[in-house]
């Protein structure tokens, strides 16, 4: 706790430096002396001492850096305290000089993305390797500059890193436009999804409708039939011994002769309902054009190679990113089609370990869809693998972006495991609580400021950045922003003409699915 002179604190608001000048408020940074180094503390909350006249405040130590015996001025800053004052020490304010030392990058590869709130003219600096080694969360509100900010933040990774291989599912398309001319977008028109490398639990999402006992018993007859159907592959022939697991091309028709064929062998008294369900449903998928993309009989050949290298970029040739765009994914199999994507990320990790293969950086947008927390649970396949990664992909070199607007819908395992927190403004209790939780002891000062924070304004903290910080990001070009400006209701509303045709081309196009 530090005491703060109210005449002291009134004539520093006055000084030219907009850091001076904040010194003392919530969420300002000071600095105390002791032995022949400064600490650095930031602000947690303030409150009248009526006894003395002063303003008692509660501060967080961020860590300390060497007194130069000259000037006095900070240097070689760094986390974490060694001595702590005593009491009656004085506390002083932290200038701009000061702050640009300890924003200084450390000679680790960083990229700026924005100012350091207050100042004007410290940059904000990110640590890649720091920030991408132990996953980051980009929280914030609808309409807060969310998905511009992720953009802004995956641009200059790809700018210090031109090689690297960067998978961004985008469930609304907004990011196309971001990255024409730096990423490879992919939807449905060019995915080219081979069916066959869905594991058994994949099959099941898709092909199974029942619940209860009696999923149970259309799984085993899918697993015996699907295990058949793969083992007429050549390449079956030439490994020998597969499972259902494995990413062996199948025909579509095997697998529904196979079907007919358990059921032509059934006695009598068998029932055969769970026969006619998998086949109906199969046939129903191969003849529905929505599907095509992943299930059409041009997929038979072996690709795998050829898809893993056109997704995660490897080589990159220039182009690092690949946007997945699955809006128009048709909404019963989107989380599927997330769930084959993460687990090909995690089984190529995995079987590459000999290969000292190249990190792979996973973003998923709107992740609470996927990774939801107990009460909003699905049981889908995604939200389990995505928990994986989350917990394991740091071993085997798997990044993992998560950009949520409700972190409080995210299962509560997975935002803890994120090392850097970027949180923008949150508007509702619940995810400021969330978020508190999952914040390190020392930002705590910033989190008051959370429901306070500016659009493209935002809070910084853990392992990518040399202290919790509060920032403004960078304006980003027309060309490099997703399209996801909200309308003008006004200006929309007071246009008229062409509604004929525009209905009518819609209505073809939801018609041809298309």
């Not at 409080?408 to 619940?430: F, K």
Request: include cysteine.
């Amino acid at each position: 706790m530090i005491a703060i002179d109210l005449q002291r604190l009134n004539e520093c608001t006055e000084d030219d430096d907009p850091s001076i000048a904040m010194a003392g408020q919530v969420g300002s940074q000071v600095k105390i002396r002791v032995g022949n180094s400064w600490l650095l503390a930031s602000v947690r909350n303030q409150r009248q001492d009526r006894k003395a006249g002063s303003i008692l405040a509660n501060i967080d130590f961020l860590g300390e850096g060497i007194e130069e015996k000259l000037t006095g001025k900070l240097h070689g800053f760094r986390r974490g305290v060694t001595r702590y004052p005593v009491p009656g020490g004085m506390v002083y304010p932290a200038s701009t000089q000061d702050l640009k030392q300890v924003y200084a990058s450390d000679g680790r590869s960083a990229v700026t993305i924005g100012k350091v709130y207050p100042t004007k003219d410290i940059r904000a600096g990110i640590y890649i390797d720091a920030m991408l080694g132990k996953h980051f969360a980009l929280l914030g509100s609808t309409g807060t500059g969310k998905s511009t900010s992720a953009a802004l933040l995956l641009h200059r990774i790809c700018e210090a890193a031109p090689e690297g291989h960067i998978v961004m599912i985008d469930p609304h398309g907004e990011y196309s436009a971001a990255f024409r001319h730096t990423g490879v977008i992919l939807d449905v028109s060019n995915l080219q999804m081979p069916y066959w490398i869905m594991n058994f639990e994949e099959h099941c999402e898709v092909l199974l409708t029942s619940n209860g006992n009696e999923r149970q018993v259309d799984a085993d007859i899918l697993a015996r039939c699907l295990l058949k159907a793969r083992q007429k592959s050549r390449l079956a022939e030439s490994m020998g011994k597969i499972t259902v697991d494995s990413p062996i091309p199948y025909l579509l028709s095997d697998l529904s002769n196979e079907i007919q064929d358990g059921m032509g062998k059934l006695d009598k008294s068998t029932n055969s309902a769970p026969y006619m369900r998998i086949k109906n449903k199969l046939d129903e998928i191969k003849g529905d054009p929505r599907y095509q993309f992943m299930f059409s009989g041009m997929l038979v050949a072996d690709t795998m190679a050829d898809f893993i290298a056109k997704i995660f970029r490897m080589p990159s040739n220039g182009k690092p990113i690949s946007i997945i765009d699955v809006s128009g994914v048709p909404s019963d199999i989107t989380a599927t089609v997330v769930a084959v994507l993460s687990r090909l990320v995690f089984d190529f990790a995995i079987w590459g370990r000999e290969e000292r293969t190249s990190p792979i950086l996973l973003v998923c947008e709107e992740a609470h869809r996927y990774v939801p927390n107990e009460k909003n649970a699905d049981g889908n396949s995604v939200g389990t693998i995505l928990s994986r990664i989350a917990k394991e992909g740091r071993k085997y070199g798997i990044s993992l972006g998560l950009i949520t607007q409700r972190p409080s819908d995210l299962a509560e395992g997975v935002l803890s495991q994120c090392g850097t927190i970027i949180s923008m403004r949150l508007n509702n209790d619940r995810d400021q609580e969330f978020v508190r939780a999952a914040m390190p002891e020392g930002a705590r000062g910033f989190l008051d400021a959370i429901p306070a924070l500016r659009n493209r304004e935002c809070i910084i903290c853990g392992e990518g950045v040399a202290i919790p910080m509060r920032v403004s990001f960078d304006n980003l070009e027309e060309s490099r922003r997703p399209a996801s400006e909200d309308p003008s209701f006004v200006e929309l509303w007071n246009k008229t003409g062409g509604e004929e045709e525009t209905v009518q081309r819609t209505v073809l196009r939801w018609r041809s699915q298309g």
